[in-house]
């Protein structure tokens, strides 16, 4: 039976969701091993991947994006709900609420160590270009977890725009500056690579975030709390509807396509 997924970020830094029994699985992949925790007393098979592992101990710099993705498709993940807390870059945006991705920016197709943000690093009969006929964030998938998300009473703010600019140093003003031209609405340093690759290995994918601070230059936040309180706050609404979906969430069809050459022969 096919599964669902989610990946945790830093506002799950020290501690695992409330409401969830998890057991740790060590699954074993061609590019190295990944402990993904199982949720226990599903009627299909749920797990969590805490991206930066617990407690935290990864830089953005230091995942290994590529043994993440093999082993949710080893599970055969066929729902993948992406976290993250962001940097919101339009003023109209709140704060502190669910936002649903509805697209990527990510000019530069690569990963932290500069090799192209693929699964398809050597010839072989299975590579072929990844075709975007819907979105790397599947309708289908993304509308599941508004669904989800109200029934929680955490109804979602907005869908957004999201910018993957690599880490592990914040962005500069100028860099701030130059992103929301260009569409951009929230950014952070992870969410883009592993939307990449599981689209590549055929994992429908939804984005849910939760702005945690402004990174709008020449203006000041509307508060001044320490990251760890705003960490905390982000985690609060996303920890329900994250908690529902691997609870009551579904797959749903891969709806884009992996073209490779030779398939229409």
């Known amino acids: 039976m096919s599964?669902?997924?989610?990946?945790?970020?830093?506002?799950?830094?020290?501690?695992?969701?409330?409401?969830?029994?998890?057991?740790?699985?060590?699954?074993?992949?061609?590019?190295?091993s990944q402990t993904l925790y199982r949720v226990r007393d599903t009627e299909r098979p749920a797990y969590v991947l805490f991206r930066h592992e617990v407690p935290h101990r990864l830089l953005p710099n230091q995942i290994n994006y590529r043994a993440q993705a093999a082993a949710l498709h080893a599970v055969d993940c066929k729902a993948l709900l992406v976290t993250s807390s962001v940097g919101v870059l339009d003023a109209d945006v709140p704060l502190y609420r669910p936002l649903l991705v509805e697209d990527l920016l990510m000019p530069e197709n690569r990963l932290p160590d500069g090799s192209?943000?693929?699964?398809?690093?050597?010839?072989?009969?299975d590579h072929g270009h990844l075709v975007i006929n819907d979105s790397l964030f599947a309708t289908d998938l993304t509308e599941q977890v508004r669904d989800w998300a109200a029934q929680?009473?955490?109804?979602?703010?907005?869908?957004?725009?999201f910018a993957y600019v690599q880490g592990p140093r914040s962005k500069t003003a100028a860099e701030n500056r130059m992103l929301p031209p260009l569409?951009?609405?929230?950014?952070?340093?992870?969410?883009?690579?592993?939307?990449?690759?599981?689209n590549e290995l055929e994992i429908p994918c939804a984005g849910l975030v939760v702005g945690h601070k402004y990174s709008i230059p020449d203006r000041a936040p509307p508060e001044q709390d320490a990251l760890s309180t705003t960490l905390d706050r982000s985690r609060e609404e996303q920890e329900r509807i994250v908690t529902a979906f691997l609870q009551e969430g579904e797959p749903v069809e891969f709806p884009n396509t992996i073209y490779r050459f030779g398939d229409d022969e």
């Open 116 to 125: 192209a943000c693929t699964m398809f690093t050597e010839p072989s009969d």
């Open 183 to 198: 569409g951009a609405q929230v950014n952070s340093m992870t969410l883009g690579p592993e939307v990449v690759l599981a």
């Open 152 to 161: 929680v009473r955490a109804s979602v703010a907005d869908d957004v725009v």
């Open 3 to 32: 599964a669902v997924a989610a990946i945790l970020g830093s506002a799950f830094s020290d501690s695992l969701p409330d409401d969830l029994d998890l057991k740790p699985e060590q699954i074993e992949t061609e590019w190295g």
